[in-house]
């Protein structure tokens, strides 16, 4: 098992989704790997950048990526699908593509990025560096029969020409994880549809759409709770809830858990009542009504 | 060689000639099978579908692509991408569209999308980290949005999910050289 790892944030993390910088730290000590933050590290562009200006939009992750390699990191993890995909698209075109790297590398000097570093996705580490044995060796509680989706979005398998940990249409790791921990995992057919997470304030009414049809099924299916990864699929999915139901005259009530915050509470982390504030949907009688909390 | 040929054939075609340059995506290779497009969550409210932009590339109809409102509402979450069974990276196409469409100063169809990306990356430019808070307040100030969100806006305040105070890179110059060049109005 790995012992330690680059880490990079990113926006959402330090702001509209700190509770899964948080749970994820706490999760990771628990396993005993040390997150090294990438020091002074920047914005990657998002989903906005490569829309204006492509050079713009590899020359941002290009600063993180060299920094990261500056301090011998090996691996860098970024937990967000967006800031994830990003970092890893540049990767791919700057060490195939010497006349974008020679453009970058000029625009990020005093910084350079050789090519070396490894970006991973919060499941890729789990599944492949942590090991699901090793995980479920840590148990301490059992997740009690939770029924839930797993919501996996866009970018964390499907990014074109990149070989994906998982299926790119049909993963199944965030399944294998919680399963052998006691939860029940629903099988549905949106788990890699689009949320619409980067339209949910310039198109909100497209994203409403999107997401109406993701709710829906995760309900329709019987789910209890949805699980994600990403902090943009997570805050899309919880906030738009409230909007849908209101427009459509829906009854949505349905939680979206960080996978983080399911294994946390199976390893026996216990944290204040306080983690669960962030949430739009109130998960706590959830958690309570299984025992969980 | 070939490509000049080609040109002069056809000179609309210079366009899907660009891409094939600027993005190495070859076009060509499209045989409508519109599988792309069965797989796109945003086709429904676009004006023309991934398989017709990839058509309209080839026959060269800039003004047009540049002027749709399908290049702006594309999510980038590359099921077209992932899908076409000649490898075109239709996505990689769209956003080339999208530069181009900045680059020339398109006035383009959906101009709250564009300044919602133009504002987010000012804060980058800014802060070398997305400022929140303030982008987004400007951003709803000037589209006039700004009384119909407070409320949710308040809500994820209160939840803990918007930071009051930008979080800033200490090595701003290097973030200023990053966007010296850029397109992103200053
Ligand atoms: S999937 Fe590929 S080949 Fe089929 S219509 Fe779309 S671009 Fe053309
Ligand atoms: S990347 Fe854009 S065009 Fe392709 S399927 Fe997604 S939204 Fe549609």
Same mark, same amino acid.
């Given at each position: 098992?790995?012992?330690?790892?680059?880490?990079?944030?990113?926006?959402?993390?330090?702001?509209?989704?700190?509770?899964?910088?948080?749970?994820?730290?706490?999760?990771?000590?628990?396993?005993?790997?040390?997150?090294?933050?990438?020091?002074?590290?920047?914005?990657?562009?998002?989903?906005?950048?490569?829309?204006?200006?492509?050079?713009?939009?590899?020359?941002?992750?290009?600063?993180?990526?060299?920094?990261?390699?500056?301090?011998?990191?090996?691996?860098?993890?970024?937990?967000?699908?967006?800031?994830?995909?990003?970092?890893?698209?540049?990767?791919?075109?700057?060490?195939?593509?010497?006349?974008?790297?020679?453009?970058?590398?000029?625009?990020?000097?005093?910084?350079?990025?050789?090519?070396?570093?490894?970006?991973?996705?919060?499941?890729?580490?789990?599944?492949?560096?942590?090991?699901?044995?090793?995980?479920?060796?840590?148990?301490?509680?059992?997740?009690?029969?939770?029924?839930?989706?797993?919501?996996?979005?866009?970018?964390?398998?499907?990014?074109?020409?990149?070989?994906?940990?998982?299926?790119?249409?049909?993963?199944?790791?965030?399944?294998?994880?919680?399963?052998?921990?006691?939860?029940?995992?629903?099988?549905?057919?949106?788990?890699?549809?689009?949320?619409?997470?980067?339209?949910?304030?310039?198109?909100?009414?497209?994203?409403?759409?999107?997401?109406?049809?993701?709710?829906?099924?995760?309900?329709?299916?019987?789910?209890?709770?949805?699980?994600?990864?990403?902090?943009?699929?997570?805050?899309?999915?919880?906030?738009?809830?409230?909007?849908?139901?209101?427009?459509?005259?829906?009854?949505?009530?349905?939680?979206?858990?960080?996978?983080?915050?399911?294994?946390?509470?199976?390893?026996?982390?216990?944290?204040?009542?306080?983690?669960?504030?962030?949430?739009?949907?109130?998960?706590?009688?959830?958690?309570?009504?299984?025992?969980?909390? | 060689?070939?490509?000049?040929?080609?040109?002069?054939?056809?000179?609309?075609?210079?366009?899907?000639?660009?891409?094939?340059?600027?993005?190495?995506?070859?076009?060509?290779?499209?045989?409508?099978?519109?599988?792309?497009?069965?797989?796109?969550?945003?086709?429904?409210?676009?004006?023309?579908?991934?398989?017709?932009?990839?058509?309209?590339? /080839?026959?060269?109809? =800039?003004? !047009?692509?540049?002027?749709? +409102?399908? %290049?702006?509402?594309?999510? #980038?979450?590359?099921?077209?991408?992932?899908?076409?069974?000649?490898?075109?990276?239709?996505?990689?196409?769209?956003?080339?569209?999208?530069?181009?469409?900045?680059?020339?100063?398109?006035?383009?169809?959906?101009?709250?999308?564009?300044?919602?990306?133009?504002?987010?990356?000012?804060?980058?430019?800014?802060?070398?980290?997305?400022?929140?808070? /303030?982008?987004?307040? =400007?951003? !709803?100030?000037?589209?006039? +949005?700004? %009384?119909?969100?407070?409320? #949710?806006?308040?809500?994820?305040?209160?939840?803990?999910?918007?930071?009051?105070?930008?979080?800033?890179?200490?090595?701003?110059?290097?973030?200023?050289?990053?966007?010296?060049?850029?397109?992103?109005?200053?």
């Amino acid at each position: 098992m790995i012992q330690e790892t680059g880490y990079y944030p990113g926006c959402s993390l330090h702001a509209s989704s700190k509770n899964l910088d948080i749970t994820l730290k706490d999760l990771f000590k628990k396993l005993g790997i040390k997150l090294n933050e990438i020091p002074d590290w920047n914005c990657c562009g998002a989903s906005a950048a490569h829309c204006i200006d492509e050079i713009l939009a590899l020359s941002l992750p290009a600063r993180d990526l060299a920094r990261a390699e500056k301090e011998g990191f090996k691996t860098v993890l970024a937990p967000c699908s967006a800031c994830y995909q990003r970092l890893v698209v540049t990767h791919e075109i700057l060490v195939k593509d010497p006349k974008k790297m020679e453009k970058v590398e000029k625009l990020i000097s005093p910084n350079s990025y050789k090519g070396t570093i490894v970006i991973k996705n919060i499941m890729d580490l789990l599944i492949n560096d942590v090991t699901i044995p090793e995980i479920v060796a840590r148990k301490e509680k059992d997740l009690n029969g939770l029924k839930f989706v797993a919501y996996y979005g866009c970018w964390l398998t499907r990014i074109p020409r990149v070989k994906s940990f998982d299926s790119v249409e049909n993963p199944v790791s965030i399944e294998n994880i919680l399963k052998p921990l006691g939860a029940e995992p629903i099988d549905w057919p949106y788990k890699t549809d689009c949320c619409g997470g980067s339209f949910s304030i310039s198109k909100e009414e497209l994203v409403i759409e999107l997401d109406d049809k993701i709710i829906s099924m995760a309900d329709k299916v019987g789910a209890e709770c949805i699980v994600t990864t990403c902090p943009l699929c997570q805050t899309n999915l919880d906030v738009m809830q409230e909007k849908i139901n209101k427009i459509k005259g829906k009854d949505f009530n349905l939680p979206v858990f960080y996978i983080t915050e399911l294994l946390g509470i199976a390893l026996g982390i216990k944290w204040s009542s306080k983690i669960w504030r962030y949430h739009m949907v109130d998960p706590v009688d959830l958690l309570k009504s299984k025992r969980l909390i | 060689m070939e490509q000049k040929a080609e040109e002069i054939r056809n000179p609309e075609r210079s366009l899907a000639l660009m891409v094939k340059e600027e993005t190495g995506e070859n076009v060509f290779a499209c045989y409508q099978c519109l599988k792309c497009t069965a797989g796109c969550p945003m086709s429904f409210a676009m004006d023309y579908p991934p398989n017709q932009i990839i058509r309209m590339v /080839q026959l060269g109809l =800039k003004e !047009e692509l540049l002027n749709s +409102k399908a %290049i702006w509402i594309c999510s #980038s979450c590359y099921t077209c991408s992932v899908r076409c069974p000649n490898d075109i990276h239709i996505a990689h196409v769209i956003d080339f569209l999208r530069n181009l469409a900045i680059k020339e100063k398109v006035k383009t169809a959906e101009e709250n999308v564009v300044l919602f990306h133009e504002m987010f990356l000012q804060s980058v430019s800014k802060y070398g980290r997305a400022y929140e808070a /303030q982008f987004l307040s =400007k951003y !709803e100030m000037k589209t006039g +949005k700004l %009384i119909k969100n407070m409320v #949710s806006g308040l809500k994820m305040f209160l939840k803990g999910r918007m930071a009051i105070l930008p979080q800033k890179v200490k090595k701003m110059d290097e973030i200023k050289k990053i966007f010296s060049g850029s397109e992103v109005p200053k």
